[in-house]
């Protein structure tokens, strides 16, 4: 069993970074593949990145692509997402995943956090 723990989400304008950052504890770190979802208002829950496990492959969502980077640090049992050239589109609450099959979520979610985008 995974618990995952999203920080990093706040208000910031459009244009700018955020750097959102996912600490797990509990099960092996090493040996999930983790990711980051995002859901708007009124939308689905979505497809943001993910990072095998051993940090060497990784997908993003078209619409993040060139903008957004995920990354891990296995001894920290951490994995980020640093956000650039940031939109109002991009306002959603960010989640933490772990297990994921490729871009398929996995079992294990943290509570989200909140990245609002000022136009």
């Known amino acids: 069993q995974v618990q995952l723990v999203e920080s990093g989400g706040g208000l910031v304008q459009s244009g700018g970074s955020l750097r959102l950052s996912c600490a797990a504890s509990g099960g092996t770190f090493s040996s999930y593949v983790m990711g980051w979802f995002r859901q708007a208002p009124g939308k689905e829950r979505e497809f943001v990145a993910s990072i095998s496990e051993s940090g060497g492959i990784r997908y993003y969502a078209d619409s993040v692509k060139g903008r957004f980077t995920i990354s891990r640090d296995n001894a920290k049992r951490t994995v980020n997402l640093q956000m650039n050239s940031l939109t109002p589109e991009d306002t959603a609450v960010y989640y933490c995943?772990?297990?994921?099959?490729?871009?398929?979520?996995?079992?294990?979610w943290g509570q989200g956090t909140q990245v609002t985008v000022s136009s």
């Open positions: 995943n772990g297990g994921l099959i490729g871009t398929v979520k996995g079992n294990y």
